[in-house]
């Protein structure tokens, strides 16, 4: 099995796309002088599996189209090279292109355009739900809810938190309380949250890593 993956620096920002075996999503030897600069320079990187592919042709492919998208909205990569060697004559169709194009979606760069949008849910028409035709409701044993409902023990309800973000380019500060202030200035609440409570499938939003600090308990 193979896969797509992507570095990002503690604090946030995308700087390297890769391909390989899940060992070497996390191996951090082998890697160019300009990869190792940036971790000695912010810290450990965090680590994204973007797709999982079943041949290393497919994931070849999926890393070049990835690191030209990229490139092309502004991302100073890592990568020395524009990945995919193997496929280097190789041209995707203008529907590939726009599938991949949804990964960018919620990153902070260009936003895909309503026409492409569209496109993409038209190319999902008829396709069947990765649920159906599955019965009933997995009954997990007493043990394993006990483990459960033990990790939820001890977290704090009825909070009030104040949600910090940090622009990536220029390092601004914005701090936020309650979802109405997060909507007005534009921003979704929901995807701050979840990047402030260290989402492995969602680092930014709106060009901006963010982090959160408790006010008071209500009680």
Known sequence: MFCTYAHYTPQGRLFYIGKGTKRRVIQ?????????????KYGKPKVE??????????ALSHERLL?????????????????????????????????????????????????TLEKLRISHLGQKSWNKGLKGVTKFSKEVVEKRVAKLRGRLYNVI??????????????????????????????????????????????????????LEKIL
């Open 28 to 40: 951090q030897s082998s890697r160019n002088q300009h990869w190792k600069n940036i971790v000695i």
């Open 49 to 58: 599996i973007l797709a999982k592919w079943d041949t290393e042709e497919e």
């Open 67 to 115: 690191i030209l998208c990229f490139r092309d909205m502004g991302y100073n990569l890592a990568n020395k090279a524009d990945g995919g060697k193997s496929n280097s004559g190789y041209k995707h169709t203008e529907e590939h292109k726009e599938r991949m194009s949804i990964l960018t979606k919620g990153r902070p760069g260009k936003k895909p355009s309503l026409e």
């Open 161 to 214: 938190f104040k949600y910090i973000g940090t622009e990536i380019l220029s390092g601004n500060v914005i701090e936020f309380v309650g979802n109405k202030s997060m909507k007005d200035a534009g921003f979704d609440p929901t995807k701050i949250r979840a990047c402030a409570n260290g989402s492995l499938y969602r680092k930014t939003h709106k060009g901006h890593t963010w982090s959160k600090k408790l």
